[in-house]
């Protein structure tokens, strides 16, 4: 009987500490040797002229979530979900872009627990092929929720608290924000933050609204760089004071990461994440004709292009060291979508958010290593490891070493490739990235020892994902310092 259920050899090994010329040999859906030569096994893919790299690890997916009287729901209990992707075409279009493992969002409504959604969501994301672990959104944090519930779904697993600065009916205030961090540091959760201010962008909404500009392009107008410093500047500050490890999610400008950079320099425990659309999207994509802007509408909003050399300047310093794709996909044709309000709404009626999934790892690869801004260790970090060592999932995710799942996908660096929505295999009828050249594209998605896509062509079978509970891990791990040595109990 050969050694090894499937060898990969001859490629350009990728792992996060280093690249050399090797082979991989697996064994029970896990890698089990990296060696010079491997030649006993039960199959072989030959790897000559491609990158090895681990499967991308994307940190913050919303796929498949229900939400109760939202864009797209009726009354009453929830009939279809925040948007028209299901976790099997997100399996479909993750694979297809190089994407094997995801953490997604569970949410939560104003007046509702957590653990029936929890429950729910258990069951949605069965039905896909990605491997898969969770945040909870907190968006109504009572004493019920905090002290019985989140605890039941730490032991489940559960091992993020996801808050939002901004957003109706989600957001929290500074006092119900700091009752979710003192929640995680006594659970030993990391919690993650959309940075926005609330009542900025509302009064900016009004007066915009009253002097009659109405159109998606004024979406940007309605959320500029500044709400969201002040938001990250605040969200650190209330993270410092109870001693709670925190995430600020897609950060679009320099203000905000300069923020994130002088936590770091005390000593904090912040990261920073940034996406795709980030150094590669701007305002002026939503100032189309008609309703077509609405395709690019996403919080916080796409900059400018000088914004995205200040974006790579971050990534470089570490400062923001995951890319994720904050995938939340709305259909622009159709009623629903980004058009459930019709298409004369004006921008604070449109859903935001876009799809990404897919174009995730190319848009990163090509703008970042094929262009000289980052080396190909750095890509693995930003996508694969750092994702999966902040969430807790490393090192069984994210790299290539003995033990790992052999999550592994074969890249063609050369290989030039013109962005379609035919080619994103998502369940949205558009992509903002439509006509976009990258160089670099996934060849074979492994999931687990399992070719799961190989050419465009996805293999999975519908069920086989597997949840990914998540352990205590000493980062998210509270420092013990507090301003005056004062630890609330």
Same mark, same amino acid.
């Given at each position: 009987m050969p050694e090894y259920?499937?060898?990969?050899?001859?490629?350009? /090994?990728?792992?996060?500490?280093?690249?050399? !010329?090797?082979?991989? %040999? *697996?064994?029970?859906?896990?890698?089990?040797?990296i060696a010079e030569k491997i030649t006993e096994a039960a199959h072989v893919i030959a790897a000559d002229g491609l990158y090895v790299l681990p499967g991308g690890v994307d940190s913050h997916c919303h796929i498949e979530e229900p939400s109760r009287g939202g864009y797209t729901m009726s009354d009453g209990e929830p009939q279809v979900t925040v948007n028209e992707e299901s976790f099997v075409t997100a399996s479909t279009s993750a694979f297809a872009g190089g994407t094997t493992s995801v953490v997604c969002f569970v949410p939560q409504w104003k007046g509702f627990g957590v653990w029936d959604r929890y429950q729910d969501y258990r069951q949605r994301a069965a039905t896909g092929?990605?491997?898969?672990?969770?945040?909870?959104?907190?968006?109504?944090?009572?004493?019920? /929720?905090?002290?019985?519930?989140?605890?039941? !779904?730490?032991?489940? %697993? *559960?091992?993020?608290?996801?808050?939002?600065?901004?957003?109706?009916?989600?957001?929290?205030?500074?006092?119900?924000?700091?009752?979710?961090?003192?929640?995680?540091?006594?659970?030993?959760?990391?919690?993650?933050v959309h940075c926005e201010n609330y009542d900025a962008i509302g009064w900016r909404t009004q007066a915009l609204l009253a002097a009659g500009l109405t159109e998606p392009k004024y979406h940007a107008w309605s959320r500029p760089r500044v709400v969201e410093r002040e938001a990250t500047h605040r969200a650190i500050a209330l993270a410092e004071l109870v001693d709670q490890p925190i995430q600020v999610f897609h950060v679009s400008c320099e203000e905000a990461a300069e923020e994130i950079a002088r936590a770091q320099a005390r000593g904090l425990k912040v990261w920073g994440e940034t996406c795709p659309q980030y150094v590669s999207l701007t305002a002026a994509d939503m100032d189309r004709p008609g309703f077509e802007g609405a395709k690019f509408m996403c919080s916080p909003a796409p900059r400018d292009t000088a914004e995205h050399a200040r974006i790579w300047e971050m990534i470089r310093r570490g400062t923001l060291n995951v890319v994720s794709s904050d995938h939340c996909g709305f259909s622009y044709g159709g009623d629903k979508g980004k058009a459930v309000a019709g298409r004369?709404?004006?921008?604070?009626?449109?859903?935001?958010?876009?799809?990404?999934?897919?174009?995730?790892?190319?848009?990163?690869?090509s703008e970042g290593v094929?262009?000289?801004?980052?080396?190909?260790?750095?890509?693995?970090?930003?996508?694969?490891?750092?994702?999966?060592?902040?969430?807790?999932?490393?090192?069984?995710?994210?790299?290539?070493?003995?033990?790992?799942?052999?999550d592994i996908v074969l890249w063609d660096p050369a290989k030039k490739v013109k962005l379609t929505n035919a080619l994103m295999q998502h369940a949205i009828d558009y992509t903002p990235y439509e006509g976009m050249e990258v160089t670099g594209w996934p060849v074979s998605t492994i999931r687990r020892g399992e070719v799961v896509m190989r050419d465009g062509k996805v293999q999975a079978q519908p069920g086989t994902g597997r949840y990914l509970p998540r352990a205590p891990y000493d980062l998210v791990k509270p420092r013990g310092i507090t301003p005056d040595g004062f630890v609330p109990r």
């Open positions: 259920d499937l060898a990969i050899r001859g490629g350009f /090994v990728a792992t996060g500490f280093g690249a050399a !010329l090797c082979d991989i %040999g *697996v064994k029970d859906g896990r890698i089990a040797a092929m990605l491997d898969h672990a969770f945040h909870q959104i907190i968006s109504d944090p009572t004493d019920a /929720v905090l002290n019985e519930e989140v605890p039941r !779904l730490v032991t489940e %697993g *559960v091992r993020s608290l996801k808050v939002f600065l901004t957003y109706e009916p989600l957001h929290l205030s500074d006092a119900e924000f700091i009752k979710v961090l003192l929640t995680a540091r006594k659970l030993g959760c990391l919690v993650t004369d709404a004006s921008f604070e009626k449109i859903p935001n958010g876009i799809p990404g999934l897919a174009a995730r790892l190319p848009i990163v690869f094929a262009k000289g801004r980052i080396g190909l260790e750095d890509f693995v970090k930003l996508t694969a490891a750092n994702p999966a060592r902040i969430m807790g999932l490393y090192p069984r995710k994210g790299v290539i070493l003995p033990g790992s799942d052999a």
